[in-house]
């Protein structure tokens, strides 16, 4: 039984039910065979079963309506029905005894179609997935306004996938009336969730940006049976506009949302969570999963760069970016230095690898009085980060201009941006593309949006600091700290080891970045310093080692990989490593013991669609000869009776798995190394 629920798992096999909406009964059901959203028609439009078809669980325990909306001071529900007698539980027998809420927004049609792609992927660069826009089915459901708001007509989407249980959801508003209307407020999604299934449910959404959060967990006040004497209880999660939107639509305009996105989790397990999120990231963001080998040079001078191409060209490196503080000027307009760039591009492409350099987008940047971020507190530029562009003026028409120009006429491949928007408010009134206070945050995102689906649609490859993988992004840190890099050698390698175990719970190995200063940064002194590279080399193996190991593409900053023939060996021993088990390495993480400095750590890879179907990276960090038995966790390699394991490239030996999925390996490393175990299934 239990090798039929491994074989059913859809976090282990394919899973290839379609998804689909169903009409029946005056109810519509979307259903992929892993979770099944159920809505009534009449007397309006609302959900009334959200389930897990895994656990046979329920979300709900009430009904609300689908979205909330403050209009011109106003405030409406989207749908939803009124009555429920306790919001402790909704008992079915309810539902039919339920009215509508006449002064709501009410359900006029509703049409079925298949997910859009929510911007352009070129596919150019190796992928492990590649279906874009994802598999699924969408759901359009249309309100007319009541009687107390002009011609605004509300369209909710959603879309259900399929093999995954994510739903997604937003909202567009168009203004059909003679008259502006003024969006105060806005909630995409309102969901009154039972005690245990809240910990199941993962909410998150497109809005991304530092410190930013559009999911609220908050009190129900209709919910007059909980325990909590205050009424207290966070359960009922909205996800929502932190700040406006805002926006004032004049007649025939429209208003498109964030999206929302919700996984319901079919374990508290935190690994099973975690993969559960990164197969979201893959299906519905592919261009995640392109994963290249990648140098930071630190100088922009031609002879700087051409010597970086080269020596990648030579271990197997695979992109050079042209990073801060190295004089590239990817805003510039001087056809002398662009004609100087294309030929540096035309260099690389030869030699077969891609280049793109570093900008500082908005934040941590004035840009004058007239174009600067007006801080709402004081009245006076400024923000989070001492100052920023405010990227809703006029400003950054051509700061976009000049950069996409940029890259269009060199035909540079990657563009790494710093701050590119940060949640930064701007209390100015005079600015071109917002109001004020209320919509500033929103036209900001919108900006940046709309500059990586541009760049997306060139194939540029985007490094950005925050999460906008949903919007088009690469990479972002994998856990970056500055200042990290400039403690010890010894210490900056295993703090970015625990960096590493940790992120790739929510994070596949290809989007996260780590960082490796091969010239002092910030600081640190010799200490801190791999340069001269043959000097330090048994320390510089520990970084590549760990960042190939994990599959996690580092960025090594400095002027070269390589100083003497023994350095470049170390070095494409890893890259050769990485591209001989590139498939494996580029796969889901699971985590089996954390480095703590004081034994062996251990962190797999693991994918049942492949041979090899795991890889296990085992380091010992310590100074004295470590011994163990290591317990391998192998179900999610798919293996259920046996696996042939072998360390390193030696003959390999046949391990019986137990009923847990795990296989105990006796384990003896030397002080200071490194060791893998490549898990294959029987022959």
Known sequence: MQNLLQQDDWLVQPFSQAASVVEADNRLILDNGLIRRTF?????????????????????RGVKPEALLTVNGDKYAVGGLIGQPDYAYLDSDWIADLTNDENAFQFREYRVGKPEAPYPWVHNRPATS????????????VFSPPPSVDGLEVRLHYELYRGIPVLSKWVTLHNDGQKPVHIDALSCEVLAVNEQEKHRLHVESDYAFSRMETTQWGPDADYLTQVDYHYQMPLLMTSHYPLGPGVSLQPGE???????????HDSDDRERQGLACRKMYRTLAPQVTENPILMHVRSADPDAVRLAIDQCAEVGFEMVIMTFGSGFNIESEDPEYIAEMKALADYAHDKGVQLGGYTLMCASRGVGDDFNCIDPETGEPGSRFGQSACLASGWADGYSRRVL????????????????????VC????????NGLADSQLRQWEACVRFYHECRARGIYINSPDQYYLNGSNKCGMGYRETNFSLPRERQILISRQNIYDATYQKTPSMGWMFVPLVEYH?????????????????????????????????????????????????????????????????????????????????????AQINPCGLAMLYNPTRTVQQMTLKLPLYYTGLSDAAYIREGEAEPKRYEIDRNYNVEIPVEMAPKSVSYLVIEPEV
């Open 523 to 607: 600081g640190g002194g010799a200490a801190a310093t791999f340069e001269p590279l043959c000097d330090h080399l048994e320390d510089y193996e520990s970084h590549l080692a760990q960042n190939f190991g994990s599959g996690v593409m580092a960025c090594y900053r400095g002027p070269r990989l390589f100083d003497t023939e023994q350095t470049k060996a170390v070095v494409k021993k890893w890259v050769d490593f990485y591209n001989r088990y590139r498939l494996i390495l580029n796969s889901d993480l699971i985590h089996v013991r954390r480095p703590d400095g004081r034994s062996i750590d251990c962190m797999l890879h693991a994918n």
């Open 254 to 264: 429209r208003f498109q949302s964030f999206r929302t996105f919700e996984i319901l």
């Open 405 to 424: 120009n940029f890259m269009d006429a060199t035909d540079m491949d990657i563009i790494e941006t710093d701050g590119p928007y940060h949640g930064d």
């Open 130 to 141: 590649s279906i874009y826009p994802p598999e699924g089915v969408k759901l359009t459901v």
């Open 40 to 60: 009534v028609a009449s007397p309006n439009f609302a959900t009334v079963g959200f389930s897990n078809q895994i656990t046979d669980s329920s979300l709900l």
């Open 427 to 434: 209390a100015s009134t005079t600015h071109k593309y917002h």
